[in-house]
């Protein structure tokens, strides 16, 4: 009954084997040699770290089940778990091919596995196929916006379900025809088994053949299909997973603008990319998790980062061949100039472009570790560096920053006003070692409700007793607007002025208020030469609290809803300490509104959009509807200058000012402390 027991058969089916596998070779060699052309530094540091990860987001499939769209997950997740159990199967077939009775070790039927696995194959198989009938169902059907409708994706679905019932039909006959084999064992095998019971030999015989044939055929064809379809996560996502970045966690790839081989800043061509963006572009699955949580998709701007990843990758596969001429002259260049459209421009809005907040919502809600900021700052330098082509608004930023030293264009000599009237001691009058040096900010120094932040930092520390000085007029700007704009040569001229600045002085300990001061000099200026330990005014709030240091007097009781920072939680992990802090004063009720923590909203200002126009409806408003319809609260707390400033323009706007309020953690623990 085997289906290849003949000479003429075994070889039509090497033959068939060997010409998928041939064309899959080539098919993916084709996209390797993209990598390949790509830059970029190889990731094999940490490989047990990184295979932990591989375990954890890969096979465990930790962010797909993610309780935001759980019921999703569980159907993926199921399918993915069964796609796996059936595929060593089909290697249990190709190899009785060959070799009769064939198995994995420790599977066959005497193995320790053998048995556990014939019923746990079965169960995922009947599992999977009712997955793909309720994809196909949603699909169909309830049809989600955030899911990309194509026949690529119908017909994926059409042959992940071939291979459940031709698996399930070649089973059964071996058991309707008597075949001494495992699968005796197997519960769908004695199903089908016996409906075929009685059938004639022959046709029992002539369907088993027909159903393995099919199986085997379906499951080559199904790999070779791989490279060229969106489901070509298949195959890349164990190595997405592997290779995710393991830096410090908000970093932008540095440019080193001395060197005079560079010939293009930023990306304006999709081969400009790294070879892992190149990766991350290939292993998109297309379920819309990102667009789901992207704040600018949210508020109808020109901004889908799953349909940037869809155009991206449209646009490098018609871009291949070109590319693999490059490569394969030697990189003196391709020997016509690749006749398309640009990249940034043409395949990637400039609106599209300008509108991201990078806040990494997407990013965070990626189930294979996409990233996209990178992606979005690459695009927005070369359009500031090479084609001086941005927002007009960001015109007066970057003179204010050259010429001034901050955003708004206050005189330098202003950065000292804020603590008009408090004894703060200065860095340059220190004689000894200080323990914390507090990097005021441009916002804290010159926007009215971040200087209120700052006094009642400053009431808090005295408090305490704190060690603590102020660096005063020898700030200037982190330069962090200026990076995320793309502006790098303007970011590193004046970050290297703060780290020369602040290697002169002796201090333990960093304190900023401002979570992107914070992200910046934490986590950027190490490329610089300035490696810092450095606190977030919230932590060290709590880690005084936490010590006894500080004491409350009565307090009206107030609800409060916090607000979380991107650059303060999604970017660096901070999410406890401001809560903590708000929850240790007395008659404080804190309520969380929907979108929180990990899953917090934008304000709309970072990515340098605090600088820049933006048209209706406007993120901050989003923001602020969710906590006044969601929550009982009568003050939005945030613990970022920025995120005040939007949220409070938001209530403004909205109409809300006798209703809610904006303050900040430091602020409310500030008017709580006892006399």
């Not at 048995?115 to 309830?142: N, Q």
């Not at 009685?198 to 085997?216: K, N």
């Not at 916090?562 to 708000?582: Q, T, V, W």
């Not at 602020?624 to 209530?651: L, Q, R, Y």
Request: one cysteine or more; hydrophobic letters at 45%.
């Amino acid at each position: 009954m085997a289906p290849t027991d003949t000479l003429l058969a075994r070889t039509l089916f090497t033959l068939i084997l060997f010409g998928f596998l041939g064309t899959f070779y080539m098919l993916m060699d084709r996209r390797i040699k993209v990598l390949r052309a790509a830059g970029g530094a190889p990731r094999f540091d940490h490989p047990w770290k990184r295979f932990l990860g591989v375990l954890t987001y890969w096979l465990g499939q930790r962010r797909i089940l993610d309780r935001r769209h759980l019921g999703a997950g569980i159907m993926h997740s199921l399918i993915f778990w069964g796609f796996l159990a059936v595929s060593l199967n089909s290697i249990h077939l190709i190899g009785r091919v060959y070799v009769p009775g064939f198995h994995l070790p420790l599977f066959g039927p005497g193995g320790p596995f053998g048995l556990p696995y014939i019923i746990l194959r079965d169960a995922f198989e009947v599992v999977v196929l009712a997955m793909v009938l309720v994809a196909g169902f949603r699909r169909l059907v309830l049809r989600p916006e955030r899911i990309t409708l194509s026949g690529d994706a119908a017909f994926v679905l059409t042959m992940i379900g071939t291979l459940m019932v031709t698996d399930f039909i070649a089973n059964g006959t071996l058991v309707a025809a008597g075949e001494p084999t495992g699968e005796a064992y197997s519960f769908m095998a004695a199903f089908v088994g016996g409906m075929l019971a009685g059938w004639d030999p022959a046709t029992v015989s002539a369907v088993h053949q027909s159903a393995w044939w099919l199986h085997l055929i379906t499951l080559l064809f199904f790999l070779t299909y791989l490279p060229v379809s969106k489901h070509f996560h298949v195959i890349t996502s164990v190595f997405n997973v592997y290779f995710r970045d393991l830096e410090r966690p908000s970093v932008l790839p540095m440019m080193d603008l001395e060197d005079e081989s560079l010939d293009h800043y930023g990306v304006s061509q999709v081969e400009h990319l790294g070879w892992k963006s190149i990766l991350d572009i290939y292993t998109c699955t297309e379920c819309g998790r990102c667009q789901d949580a992207c704040p600018a998709y949210a508020t109808e701007k020109p901004l889908s980062p799953k349909k940037v990843n869809e155009d991206m990758r449209h646009h490098l596969y018609e871009k291949t061949p070109w590319i693999i001429d490059m490569l394969e002259s030697g990189g003196d260049g391709a020997p016509v100039a690749f006749d398309g459209p640009a990249l940034v421009g043409e395949v990637i809005a400039d609106e599209t472009v300008w509108s991201c907040t990078t806040c990494k919502a997407c990013e965070q809600a990626c189930p294979l570790l996409i990233k996209f900021v990178d992606r979005f700052v690459g695009m927005r330098r070369h359009l500031v560096l090479e084609e001086s082509r941005f927002p007009a608004e960001l015109t007066d930023l970057f003179k204010n920053l050259e010429n001034r030293g901050n955003p708004w264009g206050n005189p330098p000599t202003d950065r000292e006003a804020w603590a008009e009237g408090l004894s703060v001691p200065k860095m340059r009058d220190a004689e000894e070692e200080v323990e914390y040096v507090i990097f005021v900010g441009c916002a804290g120094a010159f926007d009215r409700n971040a200087q209120k932040s700052m006094r009642a930092l400053v009431k808090i520390l005295d408090a305490a007793g704190v060690n603590y000085a102020v660096l005063g007029k020898e700030e200037t700007c982190t330069g962090d607007p200026a990076r995320r704009a793309g502006n790098e040569y303007l970011y590193q001229m004046m970050a290297m002025q703060n780290v020369e600045m602040l290697n002169a002085h002796r201090f333990k300990k960093v304190v900023t208020s401002c979570p992107h001061c914070y992200n910046t000099i934490r986590n950027e200026y190490p490329q610089l030469g300035g490696d810092y330990a450095v606190v977030h005014h919230t932590e060290l709030i709590d880690e005084l609290l936490a010590s006894g240091r500080l004491t409350f007097g009565d307090q009206a009781p107030h609800t409060i809803t916090y607000h979380d920072s991107c650059y303060l939680g999604r970017h660096n992990g901070i999410f406890d300490a401001p809560r903590n802090a708000l929850t240790a004063i007395p008659g404080v009720t804190l309520e969380e509104m929907p979108r929180a923590r990990e899953n917090g909203f934008c304000c709309g200002a970072g990515g340098a959009r605090m600088w820049m126009d933006e048209a209706k409806p406007r993120v901050n408003r989003n923001r602020v509807d969710e906590a006044a319809t969601k929550t009982n609260a009568d003050i939005v707390c945030t613990a970022c200058p920025f995120c005040s400033v939007m949220i409070s323009d938001g209530i403004k706007a909205t109409g809300r000012e006798e209703a809610l309020e904006t303050r900040d953690v430091a602020q409310i623990v500030a008017d709580a402390l006892a006399d």
